[in-house]
T-cell receptor, first 114, second 115 residues
Framework: DTAVSQTPKYLVTQMGNDKSIKCEQN?????MYWYKQDSKKFLKIMFS???????INETVPNRFSPKSPDKAHLNLHINSLELGDSAVYFC?????????????FGDGTRLSIL | AQSVSQHNHHVILSEAASLELGCNYS??????LFWYVQYPGQHLQLLLK??????LVKGIKGFEAEFIKSKFSFNLRKPSVQWSDTAEYFC?????????????FGKGTKLSVKP
């Protein structure tokens, strides 16, 4: 059973479109995250939700809007896609926000903007 | 601001060679430390972690890491690498008592093992 699953795995679309990436975890974790991994493999946190509430919102354009319908899901919607949005987006979860809780990652969604 | 430095961008080794990947962090207080591995085309997986106690921690697949507080380092080691160890390795740090949302990753070290 996949612990953290993201869909789609690949997303190829044109500039200006709106797209969503879905994430679900079946680990019973309270906290979920979205990361962006750029072409140089650098991982940077975008958002963090704890029990459906936003707790971390890094400097991310407001074209990116996370939504957490319940604590097992954290979706990422992106409006007006730009070339610079091309990256791999990883969803992750942890038991809670505690510093000793390792994160479990999804397989990533490779977003390519044409 | 806290930061994590992984000085080796790309390491190329032959099978059976010994491995040491450097990781240094900048933070004055107590930290929790992690090494994650990302195999080609896969998600990040936890390799090992250090919270407290014995500064030499053992992880999966024969990896170990040593926390040296005086050097702000948490280097990853393996005595004999295999081709299947080819992957990207990320060191990550979080201040003790901080939130997992404050996890800071290094820029990663790509390890290529030649058969």
């Amino acid at each position: 059973d996949t612990a953290v699953s993201q869909t789609p795995k690949y997303l190829v679309t044109q500039m200006g479109n709106d797209k969503s990436i879905k994430c679900e975890q079946n680990l019973g974790h309270d906290t979920m995250y979205w990361y962006k991994q750029d072409s140089k493999k650098f991982l940077k946190i975008m958002f963090s939700y704890n029990n459906k509430e936003l707790i971390i919102n890094e400097t991310v354009p407001n074209r990116f809007s996370p939504k957490s319908p319940d604590k097992a899901h954290l979706n990422l919607h992106i409006n007006s896609l730009e070339l610079g949005d091309s990256a791999v987006y990883f969803c992750a979860s942890s038991q809670d926000t505690g510093s000793n809780q390792p994160q479990h990652f999804g397989d990533g969604t490779r977003l390519s903007i044409l | 601001a806290q930061s994590v430095s992984q000085h080796n961008h790309h390491v190329i080794l032959s099978e059976a060679a010994s491995l040491e990947l450097g990781c240094n962090y900048s933070y004055g207080g107590t930290v929790n430390l992690f090494w994650y591995v990302q195999y080609p085309g896969q998600h990040l997986q936890l390799l090992l972690k250090y919270f407290s106690g014995d500064p030499l921690v053992k992880g999966i697949k024969g990896f170990e890491a040593e926390f040296i507080k005086s050097k702000f380092s948490f280097n990853l080691r393996k005595p004999s690498v295999q081709w299947s160890d080819t992957a990207e390795y990320f060191c990550a740090v979080i201040p003790y008592g901080g939130s997992q949302g404050n996890l800071i990753f290094g820029k990663g070290t790509k390890l290529s093992v030649k058969p």
